[in-house]
């Protein structure tokens, strides 16, 4: 049985998108990714150092993808618990973090998230059937 409701944490350039900061990157392959988590009833943060007029960007890239975000660069349920600016969440998924899978796209200097390796992440850890 998978885990239901959780709260995934997003980080954006080179997780969801390639790195082309300032700039908005191609897809890293996350859209089927994570239309599939929300339809299975998971709440999207978008946990990004991009603000103002690049953060707006960066929430447009979601929208026109029809992706649902629950939150950005914050957790509204934790206020009721905590003062702490931290964001939490069940899971965070960041092309910074350790063990996180990585793959290389042409033409690109950095890594990017394998998506389809993180699915079977998500599966293996009872997130997605």
């Known amino acids: 049985m998978a885990i239901r409701n959780a709260t995934i944490a997003l980080d954006f350039d080179g997780t969801v998108v390639t790195h082309e900061y300032p700039h908005i990157g191609e897809d ?16 999207l943060i978008l946990h990004t150092m991009r603000h103002g007029a690049l953060l707006e960007q960066a929430v447009d890239w979601f929208r026109s993808r029809g992706i649902p975000l629950y939150a950005i660069n914050e957790n509204p349920s934790q206020r ?30 950095r890594p990017v998230v394998d998506w389809p390796r993180v699915r079977e992440m998500l599966v293996d850890q009872g997130f997605l059937d």
């Open 28 to 43: 890293a392959g996350a859209v089927p990714v994570l239309k599939e988590l929300v339809a299975n009833g998971y709440r």
């Open 80 to 109: 009721k618990w905590t003062a702490s600016p931290k964001v939490y969440a069940d899971l965070y998924i960041d092309d910074s973090s350790l063990g996180i899978p990585l793959r290389f796209v042409d033409g690109c200097s």
